[in-house]
Antibody
Framework: QVQLVQSGAEVKKPGASVKVSCKAS????????MHWVRQAPGQGLEWMGI????????SSPDKFQGRVTMTWDTSTSIVYMELSSLRFEDTAVYYC??????????WGQGTTVTVSS | QTVVTQEPSLSVSPGGTVTLTCGLS?????????PSWYQQTPGRAPRTLLY???IRSSGVPDRFSGSIVGNKAALTITGAQADDESVYYC??????????FGGGTKLTVL
């Protein structure tokens, strides 16, 4: 079955970078775009961006421009999201989710990123 | 900056019907915004309910339905059950590859 398995929890200091991975199984990675979403403690969902593992295009809102990098490796079926210059307010659960008809169908289990000094 | 609006909270009686809406701060929602809906309970990853306005995700019961009502997207739950008590998020595609979530609606079944 289609599954997305994300990497484990991370604790980072302010100013550092974090790289979260999302391993896809049960389908061909290149055939679907992948979204990244985050959720700060007690807050709502926030869309961070989307990557096309086939064409190489990425899109993200202005808020994350210059700080978020989405990459992929089709040989291992893994998509990565790297967030740089971490701030305390980047503490959140980060999700990958497969894109389907401009929405999302399958979700990863989430990766907790804690920014703490 | 595009803002997607949702009711902060709603309540419904068991067995009742409730409609949640999803609007845009600037303009009307249409099928070209590909409205999608997600259900989330505390500590869990979101669950996809609907995409492209009204297409149910696999395994979602048909008491969840989607539509465009006036200038907003809508999620209607018919025959509400206790385990429908969750936070519901809508997401809209706003163009140039960008999507935006609404702030979520906390639904209480009582």
């Amino acid at each position: 079955q289609v599954q997305l398995v994300q990497s484990g929890a991370e604790v980072k200091k302010p100013g550092a970078s974090v790289k979260v991975s999302c391993k896809a199984s049960g389908y061909t990675l290149a055939n679907y775009y992948m979204h990244w979403v985050r959720q700060a403690p007690g807050q709502g969902l926030e869309w961070m961006g989307i990557v096309n593992p086939s064409g190489g295009t990425t899109s993200s809102p202005d808020k994350f421009q210059g700080r978020v990098t989405m990459t992929w490796d089709t040989s291992t079926s893994i998509v990565y999201m790297e967030l740089s210059s971490l701030r305390f307010e980047d503490t959140a659960v980060y999700y990958c989710s497969r894109s389907f008809q401009n929405g999302m169908d399958v979700w990863g289990q989430g990766t907790t990123v804690t920014v703490s000094s | 900056q595009t803002v997607v609006t949702q009711e902060p909270s709603l309540s419904v009686s068991p067995g009742g019907t409730v409609t949640l809406t999803c609007g845009l701060s600037s303009g009307s929602v249409s099928t070209n915004n590909y409205p999608s809906w997600y259900q989330q309970t505390p500590g869990r990853a979101p669950r996809t309910l609907l995409y492209s306005t009204n297409i149910r995700s696999s395994g979602v019961p048909d008491r969840f339905s989607g539509s465009i009502v006036g200038n907003k997207a809508a999620l209607t739950i018919t025959g509400a059950q206790a385990d429908d008590e969750s936070v519901y998020y809508c997401m809209l595609y706003v163009g140039r590859g960008i999507s935006v979530f609404g702030g979520g609606t906390k639904l209480t079944v009582l």
